[in-house]
């Protein structure tokens, strides 16, 4: 979008998603072995901002409810225009007119996680209605940085200008090579699985990985549809937990990318904060 426009807020309507299984309720890890994925989408209660992502015997655990839309080309514009920090209203339930918040996103048909308080996701039950504010995509870029996914107030609490750059805190960079599921699928809609696990995660850092955690991915472009640049940065927030399938674990969306040069990274493998400090989580 050109410089001096004003961004455009669309009222957005989704639906709390019921956990669905397959007709056989199994899942064969990385290691070849069948497990049950818990977890993965619906209404999870109990995760939050700020916990390790493998803290869980669980798969793609998302902190919060996740809205999805019966209507196929409703649901991917839900995922798509929606943006990290917007605000969300639970319209029906026992606990109608509570307010959340977007903390991520997720590809395949599409999902919108959003952080409710643990009392107001004890009352909420699967089919109920909330609506999204949804604003940010289309952000001009900050010199050659341009940003995606994410509310404009929010990008003020993760990142800082300084000197022709943004200086952004992250929890670790990654190389590219662990790029897994949402290789080549477009940003606004999908997250990036990082190919780490318990085993592996503290070779790169990432030994205290959270939810919410802002990662750098390097040589990774995220404009269009994500994909290997060299030279080029990405920085993600951390969506959900980590998967025991193989091509999967956590998952970043992306809200930052340009030339590695115009990002200022800010590495704190022990005590970083990003989005739960930004939230005040």
């Avoid at 995509?137 to 050659?144: A, E, F, N, R, V």
């Amino acid at each position: 979008m050109p410089a001096g426009r004003r961004q455009l807020a669309v009222n957005l309507l989704g639906v709390v998603e019921h956990a669905t299984s397959g007709a056989s309720p199994y899942a064969i890890g990385r290691d070849g072995r069948p497990y049950v994925p818990a977890g993965d989408g619906g209404l999870v209660l109990g995760v939050d901002l700020g916990e390790g992502v493998w803290e869980r015997a669980a798969d793609h655990v998302a902190p919060g409810a996740c809205l999805v839309h019966p209507d196929p080309a409703a649901r991917l514009a839900l995922t798509g225009l929606s943006c990290l920090g917007n605000e969300a209203i639970l319209r029906s339930g026992a606990a109608a007119g509570a307010r959340g918040v977007v903390v991520g996103k997720r590809g395949e048909a599409g999902r919108v996680i959003v952080r409710f308080p643990p009392e107001v996701l004890a009352t909420m039950a699967p089919g109920d209605e909330v609506s999204v504010r949804a604003e940010g995509q289309g952000h001009p870029p900050i010199g050659d940085v341009r940003v995606m996914n994410l509310a404009a107030e929010l990008l003020e609490g993760l990142a800082t200008r300084s000197a022709g750059t943004l200086r952004v805190p992250v929890r670790c960079e990654i190389a590219s090579a662990l790029m897994g599921n949402g290789i080549g699928r477009p940003a606004v809609q999908w997250c990036l699985d990082l190919q780490l696990d318990p085993l592996n995660a503290g070779l790169h850092g990432a030994a205290r990985l959270a939810l919410g955690d802002l990662v750098a991915l390097d040589d990774v472009d995220a404009r269009f549809n994500i994909g290997y640049r060299r030279g080029w940065s990405t920085v993600g927030v951390v969506v959900h937990g980590g998967s025991p399938l193989p091509g999967h674990g956590p998952g970043i969306v992306a809200v930052l990318t340009g030339p590695a040069a115009a990002l200022e990274l800010e590495v704190d493998a022990e005590a970083h904060r990003g989005l739960a400090g930004a939230l005040g989580a």
